[in-house]
């Protein structure tokens, strides 16, 4: 083989291995692993009844990094009194399972007349994980709500006090 045709070659098979590492590429970048990275802004809040909270009655907003969640909600009871909650912590996400570990968070519940717990106890709960697609499916390990992100929406519910709805808006 003369050294021209060798080289066409040559580059004719470098070409096809770098086309077949960017499809791989494309194919791991575009795949519909589970993934909850964003900020998530709380819209609304139904109660039991059926009556609908928006800002200011209830405000949150969520944000998960690659590695950590920061989470801040606020609203206002029935008397009018402030119940606020905000979890710093971090967590791991597979197929089949979610992790979370509390690095800090403080409940403020004037609506209840309780005085302010803080907890920086570290702990670390996994629950099982429910993936369709690119729709996720768990129950948060520290408290009793279910929750479903679905592409562009979070939806938490608590059995019989409510249901929010966060939008991604990051």
Known sequence: MNTKRFLQVAIAVMAMAFANLNLAGE???NSKAPNLEGTYKLITRQLPNGKMQTAPEVIGLITYTKTHKNFNVMWKGA?????SYSLVSTYKLTDTEYQETVLYSVVTDEAGGQKINYDLSGHSRSVPLSVNGSRLEFKMPFDASSVVFDQHWITTKTEGVYT???????
Do not use: A, S, T
């Open 27 to 29: 194919l791991q970048n």
């Open 79 to 83: 008397n009018g009194k402030l119940h």
């Open 164 to 170: 929010d709805y966060w939008e991604r808006v990051e």
